[in-house]
């Protein structure tokens, strides 16, 4: 049998896992949940983990109210285009199921609360694209979806923020190898600072240690022997 992972506390949607009570027949524990609203359920932990039971179902009625008469944008199974970036963010970020999980919500990417719980207010946030060709994009690709960090913006324009981020990450993984190995040779950042700068040694009359210019340009001044 697999170690038990701990989840007391944990959140899962509109679920907190309050503790492992049981298991089914299979040996998979049961996890008692309470609901934002109350209800109290118990959920294998592989349902909560894979994003197949996020509520004890009370929220049904309150997104598709919001879904089909505030907004419209999901009326009659035709999402809009805004809607369908709103879904398919949530799900990204939430269900290890989804096939771009790993590189959003494996990644400690979420999406803030506001936006979680109401599609009326990311659109409010956003407002409609103002183009087919735009899709959301992160300024800060670490940072979360919310409200300052969330544009609507092109192909290009994500491009140049991902290989922005890119270079970012390649100078801090080039940084921590530098400090390992300076860490390894037993210097810290006091020895850099009190090293003293670098200095040339003096030119003399023959032109012995003086540096490589002065010499080329003393075997220049003779000429060809």
């Avoid at 990450?169 to 860490?183: D, F, K, P």
Wanted: proline share 5%; hydrophobic share 30%; net charge positive.
């Amino acid at each position: 049998m697999s170690a038990l992972i701990v989840m007391n506390g944990h959140r899962f949607g509109l679920w907190t896992v309050l503790r492992e009570n049981g298991r089914d027949r299979h040996g998979q524990a049961f996890w008692l949940c309470r609901c934002d609203c109350g209800t109290e359920k118990n959920v294998t932990g592989g349902r909560l983990r894979r994003g197949e039971s996020r509520s004890c179902g009370c929220d049904k009625p309150r997104m598709c109210a919001e879904a089909n008469i505030k907004h419209g944008d999901s009326a009659r199974g035709r999402m809009t285009a805004e809607y369908r970036t709103w879904s398919n963010m949530i799900d990204r970020c939430e269900r290890p199921g989804n096939k771009q999980y790993r590189d959003w919500g494996g990644r400690g990417i979420k999406v803030c609360q506001r936006w979680r719980e109401s599609f009326a207010a990311f659109l409010a946030d956003m407002g409609r694209k103002p183009s087919p060709e735009l899709s959301i994009d992160r300024i800060d690709n670490d940072g979360n979806y919310e409200p300052g960090n969330c544009r609507w913006a092109t192909r290009l324009v994500q491009r140049h923020n991902q290989r922005r981020e890119r270079v970012r990450q390649v100078e801090q993984r080039a940084l921590a190898v530098l400090g390992a190995i300076l860490s390894d040779a037993g210097i810290t950042a006091a020895d850099l600072a009190d090293a003293p700068p670098e200095t040339e040694p003096p030119a003399t009359s023959s032109g012995r240690g003086a540096g490589p210019r002065h010499q080329l340009g003393h075997l220049g001044a003779r000429g060809p022997a």
